[in-house]
């Protein structure tokens, strides 16, 4: 099954530190979409790319956090000087096109 | 974007009752999909609705967009175990973000 694959899955760190995460599409999907889900809330948008265009950005998504996707393929998020209200589920979903969205299994980031 | 609500927040079934949870919205939406989530799992697509008065069946699943496009239902007949999980509507907006609701949590109890 070569779905979409999410590293790491759990992240602990201290508040002040930078983190990094990883997605992997499905292959063939030319879009990619993260998102950020807090416990009992639904998933929350912050940014999507067609191939490596970052086309819409959340008003959610501070200067703190970047994303990338440098050659269409897998994508990074990386969240700097992290604070304690970023402890979240981050999700990424991969689509062809406007398509169905497939979800990842996640990187749960923990902030201390 | 567009908001959706979604009603109830939790609901706690005995095996074979039925269930219905509800997405509501203040504004006509273009479209609405409906996601579950198991517990510790991600979400996973169910279906899409486009269409005023769509009513579409999985099986003991029914979904349906209602006639002004504010409203949508998931309804599950008879009730089993593997259904636990939260249940999302969301709307996809025009850039393809999909905006979810909170999710309503679905217990099924032997």
């Known amino acids: 099954d070569t779905g979409v694959s999410q590293n790491p899955r759990h992240k602990i760190t201290k508040r002040g530190q930078n983190v990094t995460f990883r997605c992997d599409p499905i292959?063939?999907?030319?879009?990619l979409y993260w998102y950020r889900q807090t416990l009992g809330q639904g998933p929350e948008f912050l940014t999507y790319?067609?191939?490596?265009?970052?086309?819409?950005k959340s008003r959610l998504l501070s200067d703190r956090f970047s994303a990338e996707r440098p050659k269409g393929s897998f994508s990074t998020l990386e969240i700097q000087r992290t604070e304690q209200g970023d402890s979240a589920m981050y999700l990424c979903a991969s689509s062809l096109d406007g398509g169905r969205q497939y979800f990842g299994p996640g990187t749960r980031l923990t902030v201390t | 974007g567009q908001q959706v609500m979604q009603i109830p927040q939790y609901q706690h079934v005995q095996e074979g009752e039925d269930f219905t949870t509800y997405c509501n919205s203040s504004t006509t939406l273009s479209n609405i999909q409906w996601y579950k989530q198991r517990p510790g799992g991600h979400p996973v697509f169910l279906i899409q609705l486009v269409k005023s008065g769509e009513v579409k069946k999985q099986k003991r699943l029914t979904f349906q967009f209602g006639e002004a496009k504010k409203n949508s239902s998931l309804h599950i007949t008879a009730t089993q175990t593997t259904d636990v999980g939260t249940y999302f509507c969301a709307h996809k907006n025009s850039g393809y973000a999909l905006n979810f609701g909170k999710g309503t949590s679905l217990l099924v109890t032997p």
């Open positions: 292959s063939e999907h030319n879009r």
């Open positions: 790319f067609q191939n490596e265009a970052q086309l819409e």
